[in-house]
């Protein structure tokens, strides 16, 4: 991808994105059936699924493919973009996925009253589940949660009365130490690894009330 002089960081994320099947598959799914040049307004979801249909269809094996209108539009959106400095490929992704949830989500819920509507497949593609007078339903489920969305589960345990307790939490994406000359298989196991918690880090168990020590 051509190099617009600090634009490295957004190159690189797209890249990963395009190779990640799954989701460039689904992006690819939402240009077919929901681009429509004449309607859609411009986002960053529109110019997201442009390239990707660009790099999709050439026909040449190798090249240079142009982001400029994804990084025009991403700098017009996001002024932390638009300096010459170099910017943070985790910190851009982080924005990326949020902005497409947020513009999938915003689709959604234009369609979700209309009589002929069934659940997109290609906006959403989750299921929303309706009660009486719409009163309640699930949180609406995007194919960029159905892709990178986790679930991470953190439990204490106290060491008096061995009570644990767990907190789960969702989560897009996790940041983890990565040390030299080792594997993200190593890293991970790092990142879950028990933990002992000493002075201040201690906090009340509810159930004997004495500090807990541990977690997990």
């Excluded at 400029?68 to 959106?77: M, P, S």
């Excluded at 879950?192 to 500090?211: G, P, V």
């Amino acid at each position: 991808m051509e190099n617009f002089g600090n634009t490295c960081y957004c190159n690189s994320v797209l890249q990963a994105l395009y190779y990640c099947i799954p989701f460039r598959e689904q992006l690819l799914e939402y240009y077919a059936n929901y681009r429509n040049p004449g309607d859609a307004e411009e986002n960053l979801l529109t110019c997201l699924a442009d390239l990707f249909a660009q790099i999709s269809l050439s026909k040449k094996k190798t090249g240079v493919i142009s982001p400029k209108r994804f990084v025009h539009r991403v700098r017009k959106q996001n002024e932390l973009f638009r300096s010459n400095m170099h910017q943070d490929a985790h910190e851009f992704l982080n924005f990326l996925l949020n902005e497409i949830v947020d513009i999938l989500e915003k689709e959604f819920s234009t369609v979700k009253d209309s009589p002929e509507s069934t659940s997109p497949g290609g906006v959403a593609n989750g299921e929303v589940y309706h009660l009486a007078n719409e009163v309640r339903r699930e949180p609406l489920v995007t194919w960029v949660h159905k892709n990178f969305q986790g679930s991470l589960t953190n439990e204490t345990k106290c060491l008096m009365c061995e009570t644990v307790t767990a907190k789960d939490e969702t989560f897009l994406d996790l940041s983890i130490d990565i040390e030299q000359n080792s594997s993200l298989t190593s890293c991970l196991k790092s990142f879950f690894s028990t933990e002992i918690l000493n002075a201040e880090d201690k906090f009340f168990c509810d159930n004997c009330f004495c500090k807990k020590h541990r977690r997990e």
